[in-house]
């Protein structure tokens, strides 16, 4: 008797994997389709999130300013223009100050350790003046757009500061 009901009980679960269209080695959750496409879709949609937050934080971040402080930028960018010359620093500050008021809008001068700040054509602009040795000086132009680094803005304002030294010392 203990036979008839394992038969009886092996037809029920053949009638219900037929009813229910179950594979015969019994109930699955994820079918596989061909190579595993599931599982690969699953490994981009869990590292894509991973991978541009990654990525995010990488192209982001804080960089220096002339003048000490910090500013939200790519930090990767070269935004500024390094040029020395052969004249006294107090020279070199009343240039970069007469460039940056005729340009723009002087917001910091700082007479202390010679840097200012401005704002010419939408962009920061830093300039620090300071003492190599007793002859040489040098002047760092750097500027900051929405975007990013202003290179060229910084070359023309370096160019600038360097024609309003040389129209100086021939007054």
């Known amino acids: 008797m203990a036979a008839a009901p394992q038969a009886e009980n092996s037809s029920l679960d053949a009638a219900v994997r037929s009813d229910l269209r179950l594979p015969s080695h019994g109930f699955v959750l994820d079918v596989r389709v061909g190579d595993?496409?599931?599982?690969?879709?699953?490994?981009?949609?869990?590292?894509?999130?991973?991978?541009?937050?990654?990525?995010?934080?990488?192209?982001?971040?804080?960089?220096?300013?002339n003048d000490g402080h910090s500013t939200a930028g790519v930090p990767f960018e070269r935004d500024t223009i390094v040029d020395r010359y052969e004249r006294p620093v107090g020279q070199l500050a009343a240039a970069a100050r007469l460039v940056l008021t005729h340009n723009g809008k002087l917001l910091v001068d700082n007479v202390v350790n010679n840097s200012f700040e401005a704002r010419v054509n939408e962009r920061k602009v830093w300039v620090k003046v300071s003492d190599v040795d007793g002859k040489v000086s040098q002047v760092s132009v750097q500027v900051r757009g929405p975007v990013g680094a202003d290179l060229p803005e910084a070359h023309e304002l370096s160019k600038q500061i360097a024609l309003q030294l040389m129209a100086g010392a021939n007054q």
């Open 36 to 65: 595993g496409c599931i599982v690969r879709d699953m490994k981009i949609k869990a590292f894509f999130p991973l991978i541009c937050s990654g990525l995010l934080a990488v192209a982001s971040g804080c960089v220096g300013t």
